[in-house]
């Protein structure tokens, strides 16, 4: 039986590439014959006019004239995109907002006055026309005493005898990431002295860290959520802020004034604690700096009373950065808040501290910090976040020796605090005789300066023009009162750690050279 003849509709055109009407009339009658020659038949009657209808089709394609389809839009769209892609001109990707803030410019003139001294920096020799900072709290009085001490036992500590732990198995292998027993135990002996020997310490309560910065940061996590605040005296340090980044908490500041020395009061804790508590922020804590940074006064035995008493009346913690408790020269006892704990019937789980090695032993490079808790799951979380900021191994291999050379420690203390002295009396008084007075410090790195007298507007404005004329004319970097986010404006913070004592009449004269001409 034949098969009926392809209908119009189904027929393919002639300019397509496709055989043309009259050929199919011709294929489709031959097929219907060799089929009905039975199995065989049906089997040249498929096969053949196949056959046909493909060198039918090669040959056309071989002599018509060529009729090129034009790309569809969406080949070119596609084409366009990898073009632009290749030329980098499809847009570039972008990262998250904290992390376009950090990327961003420096808006505090604290890291402003950092960046142009690296810019600049100032070298007796090299770069006499440099700028001198000012701005950072880096001990440089007592290096000699540290390069000694690794002069004579460095090469030891490093080699080891194969024997020790010190060796290659001791340091490549994995160790705790919150910090070798051995060093938490030369910190404890260590920090006993710098607390001038009244506070004990735990080491199975200390957390090693890199520094401070990550000890404040992972405190601040463990202790309060997004959105939460601390109160903290102001003025205060200026890195603070952006220790905070990633954390989420809110830094509420507790102005503090000079008519009583920016000393911390109750009256003013809670009147902080209740405006923020109006603003729906719940306060988790109060953050303070003893000896404080960038006052360097100390906080009395009553006010650590205060404190403890405001913090239990709220139900709050206490973080108290004592980081300069080995660095102080006044005549003025420090008290640690530890001693004010043990010795008192108050809830320890509420008292946290945080210690390095970066400011009374002369060690930033190091950087080795720590908490001090009582609180076990402060404790236990922080261990499982020290593996974001564990110190290296061969770093605390160096530092158990001499941490635990007890002689070493008792003359580098001593020596370092008459340093200290000297080199603070020294700065004040030269500061004096061109007019420019200073608050009564105890500790620290710094002296807290007094040019609101110096400043036209006397707002945070003209403190700001003072600060960039003292940086850009007298080519001295100081850090500003507001970027300590101090309520008195005119108030300047001023390193004076970095010096060598024969730099000091050559500062003077520098800025003298811009005060006189603001007077």
């Given at each position: ?5 392809p209908?119009?509709?189904?027929s ?26 039975g ?76 960046e ?16 001198i ?23 030891r ?13 001791g ?9 070798l ?22 080491p ?14 992972i405190?601040?996590?463990c ?34 004034y ?10 003013a ?5 209740n405006?923020a ?10 953050i ?52 004010i704990v ?14 390095g ?7 930033p ?8 808790s ?66 009564k ?25 003072l ?35 024969e ?17």
């Amino acid at each position: 039986m034949t098969s009926p003849p392809p209908s119009p509709s189904t027929s393919p055109a002639a300019d397509d590439g496709t055989a043309p009407e009259p050929v199919m009339r011709l294929i489709v009658p031959l097929q219907a014959i060799l089929q009905d020659r039975g199995a065989g038949g049906l089997i040249f009657g498929s096969i053949i006019p196949c056959a046909l209808f493909y060198f039918l089709q090669l040959h056309l394609k071989r002599h018509r004239t060529d009729k090129r389809i034009p790309p569809s839009s969406d080949t070119m769209r596609r084409s366009s995109s990898r073009a632009e892609f290749l030329l980098g001109r499809g847009g570039s990707v972008g990262v998250s907002e904290r992390g376009g803030v950090l990327a961003g410019p420096s808006g505090s003139a604290y890291y402003k006055g950092i960046e142009r001294v690296a810019e600049d920096p100032f070298d007796r020799v090299e770069n006499p026309d440099g700028v001198i900072h000012l701005g950072l709290a880096e001990n440089r009085l007592s290096l000699d005493l540290i390069q000694k001490w690794f002069r004579d036992n460095g090469e030891r500590l490093l080699l080891g005898n194969g024997d020790n732990d010190v060796g290659i198995n001791g340091t490549a292998a994995c160790q705790p990431l919150d910090g070798l027993m051995e060093l938490k135990v030369a910190m404890a002996t260590f920090m006993h002295q710098a607390m001038t020997k009244k506070v004990s310490f735990d080491p199975s309560q200390l957390v090693l860290t890199c520094s401070a910065t990550p000890a404040f940061e992972i405190l601040c996590f463990c202790l309060s959520d997004p959105g939460n605040g601390f109160l903290i005296p102001a003025p205060y340090y200026p890195g603070f802020d952006r220790d905070m980044v990633r954390t989420g908490v809110e830094l509420i500041p507790v102005h503090c004034y000079s008519t009583d020395n920016f000393s911390l009061s109750v009256t003013a804790l809670d009147q902080a604690y209740n405006q923020a508590k109006k603003r729906g922020v719940r306060v988790r804590g109060i953050i303070v700096t003893n000896p404080s940074n960038p006052t360097g006064s100390l906080l009395s035995r009553e006010s650590l009373y205060n404190l403890l008493d405001f913090a239990t009346e709220k139900n709050i913690h206490i973080i108290s950065d004592e980081i300069f408790a080995g660095s102080t020269y006044g005549d003025e006892e420090f008290v640690s808040l530890l001693e004010i704990v043990e010795s008192e019937d108050f809830d320890k789980d509420r008292v946290h501290m945080i210690y390095g090695l970066s400011k009374d032993l002369s060690l930033p490079g190091f950087r080795v910090g720590c908490i001090y808790s009582f609180n076990e799951s402060v404790l236990a979380a922080a261990r499982k976040l020290a593996r974001f900021s564990s110190i290296s191994v061969p770093t605390q291999h160096l530092l158990v020796p001499m941490l635990s050379d007890e002689l070493f420690i008792h003359v580098y203390m001593d020596t370092n605090k008459k340093r200290l002295r000297q080199m603070h009396d020294s700065v004040v008084s030269r500061l004096k005789k061109i007019g420019i007075d200073c608050a009564k410090s105890e500790g620290g790195f710094y002296c807290w300066v007094d040019m609101s007298r110096f400043i036209r507007p006397c707002d945070e404005k003209g403190e700001l023009e003072l600060w960039d004329k003292l940086l850009t004319v007298a080519k001295v970097n100081l850090t500003p009162g507001s970027a300590c986010h101090c309520a008195e404006p005119g108030w300047f913070r001023c390193c004076f750690t970095t010096l060598a004592e024969e730099d000091i009449p050559f500062v003077i004269k520098r800025i003298q050279k811009v005060v006189q001409s603001c007077g």
